[in-house]
């Protein structure tokens, strides 16, 4: 009896324990996911981001001289860089509130976001959107904007989270 009693509080003590270093890693990482954001933000005028709640790894990605940066993050350390030539967003149309709407049949409140800040002469665009990345890059949108940002996603793996 005594023994199940050990075994079992060791048990507790080790979830607890793993669920705690869990959570400080989701933290960690949202925090240099944010602090990121801010730097490609100055640096480049925009930046693009996928994330997921409950996620200890993210992606961010920015437009800079004819190239594309893309950056995944875990546990709060930048685990893979990457650069592809492609053509910059700011030669596809803005996106208008009318488009961002298409997004709606993608809403999930719990679970995987889109966002993006966009520098236009001295305000910054952004969007933070809840939604399915697996249903919003499955999908053709009336949006130039979000038809390229799709295709970049697919096309370079973006969300494939098998990080080396």
Request: aromatic share 12%.
């Amino acid at each position: 009896m005594k023994e199940t009693i050990r075994i079992t509080l060791a048990v507790i003590v080790i979830f607890c324990t793993s669920c705690s270093t869990m959570k400080q890693n989701i933290n960690k990482n949202n925090k240099f996911t944010d602090k990121t954001i801010s730097s490609l933000l100055e640096k480049n005028g925009n930046v693009f981001y996928l994330t997921s709640t409950y996620a200890t790894f993210s992606t961010i990605w920015t437009y800079h001289n004819d190239k594309l940066e893309v950056y995944k993050l875990a546990n709060g350390k930048i685990s893979l860089q990457q650069e592809y030539s492609t053509t910059s967003i700011y030669n596809v149309n803005q996106i208008s509130k009318e488009e961002l709407f298409e997004l709606d049949q993608c809403m999930e409140l719990d679970g995987d976001g889109f966002g993006y800040r966009i520098k236009r002469d001295s305000e910054i665009e952004q969007q933070d959107l809840p939604i399915g990345i697996e249903c919003f890059t499955k999908l053709k949108y009336k949006s130039d904007f979000l038809n390229k940002v799709v295709e970049d996603i697919n096309t370079h793996k973006m969300w494939d989270v098998r990080y080396e």
